[in-house]
């Protein structure tokens, strides 16, 4: 079991920038990697970015050049940077972890963009 908890979410102008955190119960196990995913109603959640334990990353196109995703190991904690935010990035952002045959979610936490 691994509990992820997500912290940094809020409500920024057009423009602006945010980070996220995600602090994880403990070590995920083997081949592993942390994400951000993110939701609105009545679509798809979809990936925004993950890092592996050993650092390679993957972006969503939509946010290339502006989120940067990383994580401290040793605070079994990930991180998504988000600059020059547009109204297009509000949604819910959940955290997730994968081990082999595992998934886990954090519960999400709100990013609202004012235009």
């Known amino acids: 079991q691994v509990q992820l908890v997500e912290s940094g979410g809020g409500m920024v102008q057009t423009g602006g920038s945010l980070r996220l955190s995600c602090a994880a119960s403990r070590r995920l196990f083997g081949p592993n990697s942390m994400g951000w995913y993110r939701q609105v109603p009545g679509k798809q959640r979809e990936l925004v970015a993950t890092?592996?334990?050993?650092?390679?990353?993957n972006y969503a196109d939509s946010v290339k050049g502006r989120f940067t995703i990383s994580r401290d190991n040793a605070k079994n904690t990930v991180y998504l940077q988000m600059n020059s935010l547009k109204f297009e990035d509000t949604a819910v952002y959940y955290c997730n972890g994968k081990e082999i045959g595992r998934d886990y979610w954090g519960a999400g936490t709100q990013v609202t963009v004012s235009s």
């Open positions: 890092i592996t334990g050993g650092g390679s990353t």
